[in-house]
């Protein structure tokens, strides 16, 4: 039962990012519309509203712990993606063919 809230909490939070990025990565290819833009800015608040809804007011134990379980878990993986960007910027957006390929070749 508790397990279910916290996989419910990842999956938003992997929604919510996507609906962030959508839109950025539409303005760096230059293929962003308004239409694209108003249905990301719809969609992150959407999902905003729902991890808020999941989270506040603070629930009590054991959710909590849950709440804040998945909290830290963020954090670890933000630190460690952090820690490891510049090996993984190459991987998401290697700059020449060059690279592609060695990247592929690893």
Do not use: N
Request: hydrophobic share 60%.
């Amino acid at each position: 039962k508790y397990g279910a809230h916290f996989d419910t909490l990842g999956l938003l939070v992997a929604y919510l990012l996507v609906c962030i990025a959508a839109p950025v990565y539409l303005m760096r290819v230059r293929a962003l519309s308004p239409l694209s833009a108003v249905v990301g800015l719809l969609g992150t608040a959407a999902v905003a509203g729902m991890i808020l809804g999941q989270v506040s007011p603070f629930p009590p134990a054991p959710l909590r712990g849950i709440i804040i379980g998945f909290a830290i878990f963020l954090a670890v993986g933000l630190l460690l993606v952090l820690a490891r960007r510049g090996t993984w910027s190459r991987a998401i957006a290697p700059s020449t063919t060059d690279e592609v390929v060695d990247i592929a070749a690893r």
